[in-house]
């Protein structure tokens, strides 16, 4: 019922910014909330930021408060994670995810994206 499709990572340096998308598919979009988590190799997946259905609320790890800003275009199917002074530790591959209910643990979250990988080189 719902496909993401993420795109926008690529090779930053340290203290550059990058701008995530998140395409989505499905007439009941806009009721889920929105979702991006990262996975760098040999670590678990974690949570990174979360916005509400209607766009009211948001939620950030400590980890990115401040420099990440979650955002989503209901008109246009879209989600968006605009990240501003990374750091090498933000490398990682980036999902992007929807859940009915939840927030923070990825098994809330019913549809998942192939991911786009983020590096930051120091």
């Known amino acids: 019922q719902v496909q993401l499709v993420e795109s926008g990572g690529g090779l930053v340096q340290a203290g550059g910014s990058l701008r995530l998308s998140c395409a989505a598919s499905?007439?009941?979009?806009?009721?889920?909330?929105m979702g991006w988590f990262r996975q760098a190799p040999g670590k678990e997946r974690e949570f990174v930021a979360a916005?509400?259905?209607?766009?009211?609320?948001?939620y950030y790890a400590d980890s990115v408060k401040g420099r990440f800003t979650i955002s989503r275009d209901n008109a246009k199917n879209t989600v968006y994670l605009q990240m501003i002074s990374l750091k090498p530790e933000d490398t990682a591959v980036y999902y992007c995810?929807?859940?009915?209910?939840?927030?923070?643990?990825?098994?809330?979250?019913?549809?998942w994206g192939q991911g786009t990988q983020v590096t930051v080189s120091s």
């Open positions: 499905g007439r009941t979009f806009s009721s889920y909330t």
């Open positions: 916005i509400s259905w209607s766009g009211g609320s948001t």
């Open positions: 995810a929807a859940a009915r209910r939840g927030w923070l643990n990825p098994d809330d979250y019913v549809y």
